[in-house]
């Protein structure tokens, strides 16, 4: 399984913006890039995924090192439902494995009002 | 859409006792997986079945751990018997394929924690 590195924590203000970056010197040609997060008590949540290029939606950017060997995920205006462990995972399109997510330990995220 | 179902929601039991979560997934969903959740970790994936088929089982524990999908919709997964390292949090996640099958998300339940004392 390809491997991500991520900081263990991270800080922000309401309605600041966020950049939590991840770290995949290993990540090969097929590994898409996927972020999740889980709010407290609650099941992780798909927030986005790209591959080469940066992509926005409607929660969050994802902005991608021309080398793919690290991403930063972004948050334009941070708010307190924001607060969260943020997952970056790499998903391998190939055969048996496809769609199969490893989790890390994540980032857990505190916004402060 | 409704979103994926599980229960129960908290389950206390004692060692050595059997416990069993239902997952019912989002209508239409093939794909479904169980994870395991310990505290302060992120889950680890224990079971992924494609309709009522097994595409991988590697990492759960056989020789207590068993899931089933009969009809390719809801499942079940069973601990017999419980040990202490089993308490943790146990979801249930399902996903369908996009039409190029690679960009898919999987879509998670809230989770059963359960406690073993």
């Known amino acids: 399984d390809a491997k991500t590195t991520q900081p263990n924590s991270m800080e922000s203000n309401e309605e600041e913006p966020v950049h939590l970056p991840c770290n995949h010197s290993t990540i090969s040609g097929t590994d898409y890039i996927h972020w999740y997060r889980q709010l407290p008590s609650q099941g992780p949540e798909y927030v986005i995924h790209g591959l080469t290029s940066n992509v926005n939606n409607r929660m969050a950017s994802l902005a991608i090192a021309e080398d793919r060997k690290s991403s930063t995920l972004i948050l334009h205006r941070a708010t307190l439902r924001d607060a969260a462990v943020y997952y970056c995972?790499?998903?391998?399109?190939?055969?048996?494995?496809?769609?199969?997510?490893?989790f890390g330990r994540g980032t857990q995220l505190t916004v402060w009002p | 859409e409704a979103g994926v179902a599980q229960s129960p929601r908290y389950k206390i039991i004692e060692k050595r006792q059997s416990v069993a979560f239902w997952c019912n997934p989002i209508s239409g969903h093939a794909t479904l997986y169980w994870y395991q959740q310990i505290l302060g970790q992120g889950p680890k994936l224990l079971i992924q079945?494609?309709?009522?088929?097994?595409?991988?089982d590697s990492q759960l524990p056989k020789d207590r751990f068993s899931a089933e999908r009969l009809k390719g919709v809801d499942s079940t997964l069973k601990i017999q018997p419980a040990k202490l390292e089993d308490s943790a949090v146990y979801l249930c996640?399902?996903?369908?394929?996009?039409?190029?099958?690679?960009?898919?998300?999987?879509?998670f339940g809230p989770g059963t924690r359960l406690t073993v004392t």
């Open positions: 995972i790499l998903r391998d399109i190939r055969g048996s494995t496809l769609g199969r997510l490893y």
């Open positions: 996640a399902s996903s369908s394929l996009s039409s190029g099958g690679a960009s898919y998300e999987q879509y």
């Open positions: 079945f494609q309709n009522n088929g097994v595409v991988d």
